[in-house]
């Protein structure tokens, strides 16, 4: 299963089509109940993710496979305890990754090679099976992977991002056995609104909307079908993290996943080259 549960909602209201705030512990509970039984075993959170950290702790199981981050204001000196806070609060022994959750941790700050040597140190304590980071873009995660020695880089990808699919980073990140982590697979909810519903900022992914709905139609599928399909079917993406607000949003998103195995479409002619509306930190606040 490439399917990991993203649980930044749990915590903090997150997401331009997120219109109910931070989820309910109540749905967090049937949520993480389907999660386990569809064999969702991975989470990914971080302790700057509000309480996620906490109620995954109480209300999952400890054989749970975490993917942590730490924040990007910690110094070296006091990562080892921010990680040891976040295993408490989980109610874990370890982590199945552990990253940086910004690039610039590593490779834009003065204490960079202490920050990675701290990560690495909670690797040989057992803390952590690997460690990674969380970066925003494949030039970023280029340098990290020639630099440092990680076991995972998690980025954004989707549709109309579709940078992970560049072939020199995937023959990088091979012959340096890391391990590729997709995000915001829905571009933060706006590839799943409605086209009436986009800010003026993403007006331009109307025409996105329009052809997927014509595909989906035409063959009889669900659209998020074919917004998983080109990541589910790659061989080298270990893990796709995706964010639900609801456990019917759940539920949509595996039954998705388990067609799209097998749906072959041109999506190549999908990707837009243009950062202020694939790259959600530069979207208007």
């Known amino acids: 299963m490439k399917l990991a549960l993203g649980t930044v909602q749990f915590g903090l209201d997150y997401g331009i089509s997120n219109q109910h705030g931070r989820v309910s512990e109540t ?3 049937a949520i993480l109940a389907t999660a386990s039984k569809d064999n969702i075993t991975t989470f990914d959170t971080a302790s700057s993710y509000g309480t996620s950290e906490y109620l995954l702790g109480k209300h999952m199981q400890a054989t749970a496979n975490y993917l942590g981050k730490i924040a990007p204001t910690t110094a070296p000196l006091d990562i080892e305890n921010e990680a040891k806070a976040s295993l408490k609060n989980l109610r874990a022994n370890h982590f199945s990754c552990l990253s940086a959750h910004h690039a610039k941790w590593l ?3 003065e204490h ?3 920050n990675y040597q701290a990560l690495l140190n909670l690797k040989n304590k057992g803390l952590t099976k690997r460690i990674g980071c969380s970066v925003y873009n494949i030039e970023e995660a280029k340098t990290l992977i020639n630099r ?3 076991d995972v880089v998690q980025l954004p990808a989707n549709l109309c991002d579709q940078q992970v699919f560049d072939s020199p980073f995937l023959s990088l990140c091979n012959s340096h056995n890391v391990e590729i982590h997709i995000r915001s697979l829905f571009l933060q909810g ?4 409605r086209p009436s519903q986009l800010p003026k900022h993403l007006a331009p992914l109307k025409a996105t909307h329009d052809t997927l709905t ?3 139609s035409g063959n009889n599928i669900d659209k998020m079908t074919l917004l998983l399909a080109p990541f589910v079917q790659h061989p080298q993406i270990s893990k796709i993290i995706i964010g639900c607000c609801s456990n019917n949003q759940l539920i949509e998103v595996i039954n998705a996943y388990q067609q799209a ?5 041109n ?3 999908f990707a837009i080259v243009d950062d202020n509306i694939t790259n959600p930190s530069l979207w208007p606040a």
């Open 27 to 29: 749905e967090i509970n």
């Open 107 to 109: 490779l834009n700050s």
């Open 112 to 114: 960079g090679d202490d």
């Open 148 to 150: 440092y020695d990680i």
């Open 190 to 193: 706006a590839l799943l609104m």
């Open 214 to 216: 014509q595909i989906a």
């Open 261 to 265: 195995n097998v749906k072959q479409f």
């Open 267 to 269: 999506y190549q002619d």
